[in-house]
Antibody, heavy 118, light 106 residues
Framework: EVQLVESGGAVVQPGGSLRLSCAAS????????MHWVRQAPGKGLEWVSL????????YYADSVQGRFTISRDNSKNSLYLQMDSLRADDTALYFC???????????WGQGTLVTVSS | EIVMTQSPATLSVSPGESATLSCRAG??????LAWYQQKPGQAPRLLIY???TRATGIPARFRGSGSGTEFTLTISSLQSEDFAVYYC????????FGQGTKVEVK
């Protein structure tokens, strides 16, 4: 059974940093690209970042470019999102998701909540 | 960034009836389009990818169609578990979501 479990969400002050983790199991983690998607309270989905299967390619939404860094450790079946210079509008539930061969996101975690507030 | 626009924002449908949801892309995305269903307190679930291919385990009453800039998700004979928010997403040029359509009980 495929499982994605996010962790690391917290309340952080504006300008602060946070590192999210996503532990994957039940599939060959190093065969698939992985994504982070977020959802602000009561709002829709926003794509955040993508990393290729080997970590060699990364992509970011304009809203987080230069502030967030996606990475992975295939030896640990883990995905990460380093979030720096956090702003109030980064407040959201952050999901990690597995890509189905450049054709959609077929498995999602339950999300971890990041709240940016003073 | 390719802007995805979904309509209507809310669709009121009676159980057993059909629902038609629309998604328009700001520029052609070919068939690089997915549909997701999200229920309150849950993660999104992939329904359709490649504009019309049902994901594993998705019932046949969910049908995707369209290409280029105009796409449709049709849900036939709505069941109680189908009342939810539906999002389209393009992956032709980066990845962007539509703002969602809420399907509610009429």
């Amino acid at each position: 059974e495929v499982q994605l479990v996010e962790s690391g969400g917290a309340v952080v002050q504006p300008g602060g940093s946070l590192r999210l983790s996503c532990a994957a199991s039940g599939f060959s983690f190093d065969d698939y690209a992985m994504h982070w998607v977020r959802q602000a309270p009561g709002k829709g989905l926003e794509w955040v970042s993508l990393i290729s299967w080997d970590g060699g390619s990364t992509y970011y939404a304009d809203s987080v470019q230069g502030r967030f860094t996606i990475s992975r450790d295939n030896s640990k079946n883990s995905l990460y999102l380093q979030m720096d210079s956090l702003r109030a509008d980064d407040t959201a539930l952050y999901f990690c998701a597995k890509e189905i061969a450049a054709a959609g996101l077929d498995y999602w975690g339950q999300g971890t909540l990041v709240t940016v507030s003073s | 960034e390719i802007v995805m626009t979904q309509s209507p924002a809310t669709l009121s449908v009676s159980p057993g009836e059909s629902a038609t949801l629309s998604c328009r892309a700001g520029q052609s995305v070919s068939t690089d389009l997915a549909w997701y269903q999200q229920k309150p307190g849950q993660a999104p679930r992939l329904l359709i990818y490649g504009a019309f291919t049902r994901a594993t385990g998705i019932p046949a009453r969910f049908r995707g169609s369209g290409s280029g800039t105009e796409f449709t998700l049709t849900i036939s004979s709505l069941q109680s578990e189908d009342f939810a928010v539906y999002y389209c997403q393009q992956y032709h040029n980066w990845w962007t979501f539509g703002q969602g359509t809420k399907v509610e009980v009429k």
